[in-house]
């Protein structure tokens, strides 16, 4: 169907706060942790140490990941979601590309 066709992909969230929480809390924080680390450090000001070299001093961010989170369809029953992001350039652009999988038993082929 065209429901989720151009819309965030928050909507397939359980729409119960309490809920999303218990399921998917941990999974939620790993996920703003992988797209907060791919934003590009602060350019460094003409008043910062010049000797300080690159910020951060870190290993580079990954560019890959894969959760498994509890969704909800949109007409309240949950399902388990295979989602998969990924870090990609573009025009000298750095984007996340995601994918969602919707999992079910015995592998949903026909």
Not at 71 to 85: V, Y
Request: proline share 8%; aromatic share 10%.
């Amino acid at each position: 169907t065209d429901f989720g066709l151009g819309r965030n992909c928050r909507f397939v969230q359980p729409k119960v706060a309490s809920l999303n929480e218990l399921f998917n809390d941990t999974e939620l924080a790993r996920i703003a942790t992988f797209c907060d680390s791919q934003k590009p450090p602060p350019q460094a000001s003409e008043a910062s140490d010049p000797d300080a070299g690159p910020w951060p001093l870190t290993r580079k961010p990954e560019t890959r990941m894969v959760s498994l989170l509890v969704n909800a369809h949109h007409e309240r029953f949950p399902f388990w979601c295979l989602l998969w992001q990924e870090v990609v350039e573009a025009g000298g652009q750095r984007y996340i590309f995601g994918v969602h999988l919707r999992l079910e038993a015995g592998g949903g082929g026909r």
